[in-house]
């Protein structure tokens, strides 16, 4: 019966740790020391007394002091969701998770990020598997844990990753100086691990696939009219792209690259990507293959 007890107990601590599949509004997460931190009742009523429950009932190990609750040391079974109440009613609730050591946090966490085009918008791909829960920030009051950081919650996608659609005030006509102060925090379990990457926003700069408009043939060469993406920046003189043509040359079928628009004679087909010229971004996906009729 003992052994049926505890085997049902870890079933039901396993289904709370494994349940937290976002960011409650109210996190407190905790490093594995003696430091205490100190978990907040929040109430817009008059101040009187409070009590704390775990799991529907008292907590051990913990201090009250006042209203609110002070954790100096956790292990597993601490963590999860506190709630403080007066009689029967709950005014608000934390939880408490651990954070993450950060030897962990660099094995664990994984992020791309593109921006499209110089414009105010960029997206982000967490390709890491594992975590249930992901949220980015932008700035210092996201890098500093501050209160008024804004998080961006992702949308989780068939394959795991979580995808992000984020925006920044950067000016796209200025010399680039400042950089992007990206904060990732993620859960697992009940633990929580974050991460701060700076970077510029060129470096993250991949265009869409250009378009081929046309292929002329004259009497020497073929000529390649290519335009820039509909998400590219305009005006597309100030942001300028450079294009790389791939070509199959009909008689013997060998490929051959080029960067002017004027191509040899008697090619079956090409395809073509775009890169931004001054900063040599990313080059873009290739186009699909384009037959070439005569």
């Not at 000529?223 to 043509?245: Q, R, Y």
């Amino acid at each position: 019966r003992e052994t049926s007890s505890l085997w049902l107990c870890g079933l039901l601590f396993a289904g709370l740790t494994h349940g937290l599949n976002h960011f409650p509004e109210n996190v407190v997460a905790k490093r594995n020391d003696l430091n205490p931190v100190t978990l907040t009742c929040r109430s817009e009523e008059a101040p009187g007394a409070v009590t704390w429950k775990f799991r529907g009932e008292a907590p051990e190990d913990v201090r009250q002091i006042g209203p609110d609750l002070s954790v100096s040391e956790v292990d597993t079974p601490m963590l999860g969701e506190y709630s403080c109440w007066r009689g029967t009613q709950m005014l608000s609730s934390t939880y408490l998770l651990l954070e993450a050591e950060e030897e962990e946090e660099s094995d664990s966490l994984s992020i791309s990020c593109r921006a499209k085009s110089y414009d105010c918008h960029f997206s982000c791909d967490w390709t890491h598997s594992g975590q249930t829960a992901v949220r980015l920030g932008l700035g210092h009051d996201c890098s500093e844990g501050r209160k008024s950081c804004h998080w961006v919650n992702g949308d989780q996608l068939v394959d795991g990753r979580f995808h992000f659609q984020l925006s920044h005030s950067l000016s796209p006509y200025s010399e680039e100086s400042a950089m992007l102060e990206l904060t990732a925090e993620a859960i697992v379990d009940l633990s929580v691990a974050r991460t701060t990457r700076r970077f510029y926003l060129r470096n993250i700069v991949q265009p869409d696939s250009p378009q081929i408009v046309r292929c002329q043939e004259g009497k020497e060469n073929l000529s390649v009219t290519i335009e820039p993406p509909s998400s590219w920046s305009t005006p597309h003189s100030f942001f300028s792209l450079e294009h790389e043509i791939e070509y199959v040359l009909k008689d013997n079928g060998e490929t051959g690259r080029s960067s002017s628009v004027l191509l040899p004679k008697g090619i079956s087909k090409l395809r073509v990507r775009s890169r931004d010229s001054l900063v040599l971004s990313t080059w873009s996906q290739w186009t699909p293959w384009k037959k070439v009729t005569h």
